[in-house]
C-alpha cells in the first residue's frame, strides 16, 4: 500500500553534506508523519529525526541536532534530511520511515513507524 524510497547517500569527507530524500508513493503523504533511522554495521538501529504532518514539530536526536535538518515537501510527496558537518560515525544505512499517530509532536521511535524503505548508505570516511 505504501512505499518509501531512499535516495542521495554516498561517500562523503568529514564536514561534507548531504541530502537524502525519501519518495513516498502508494498512499497520500500528508496523512503521515516522516522518520529517519539509521544503523550502523554491529549497532542497532537509532532514531535520527521526525516531522509532523505538516512540518511544524520537527524533533532531533541530540547527536545529530544543529547539523541535521528534516523537511518535507507535501506537494511532492517526499521528505527530505540535509545533513551538515558529517562525523565518520554518521556513517550508517538511513532509512525513511512513515507512520499515522495522533501525537502533537512526532518522536523518532521506531514502533510509532509501520512503512519502512529500503535504506541507503552513508559513508564519511576521508
Known amino acids: 500500500q505504501l512505499q518509501l524510497v531512499e535516495s542521495g547517500g554516498g561517500l562523503v569527507q568529514p564536514g561534507g553534506s548531504l541530502r537524502l530524500s525519501c519518495a513516498v508513493s502508494g498512499a497520500l503523504f500528508d496523512f503521515y508523519v516522516i522518520g529517519w533511522f539509521r544503523q550502523a554495521p554491529g549497532k542497532q538501529r537509532e532514531g535520527v529525526s521526525c516531522i509532523s504532518t505538516n512540518g511544524n514539530t520537527p524533533n532531533y536526536a541530540d547527536s545529530v541536532k544543529g547539523r541535521f535538518t528534516i523537511s518535507r515537501d507535501n506537494a511532492k510527496n517526499t521528505a527530505y534530511l540535509q545533513m551538515h558537518g558529517l562525523l565518520p560515525e554518521d556513517t550508517a544505512v538511513y532509512f525513511c520511515?512513515?507512520?499515522?499517530?495522533?501525537?502533537?509532536?512526532?518522536?523518532?521511535?521506531?514502533?510509532?513507524?509501520?512503512?519502512w524503505g529500503q535504506g541507503t548508505q552513508v559513508t564519511v570516511s576521508s
Open positions: 520511515a512513515a507512520g499515522v499517530t495522533v501525537r502533537d509532536i512526532c518522536i523518532y521511535e521506531e514502533y510509532e513507524y509501520g512503512y
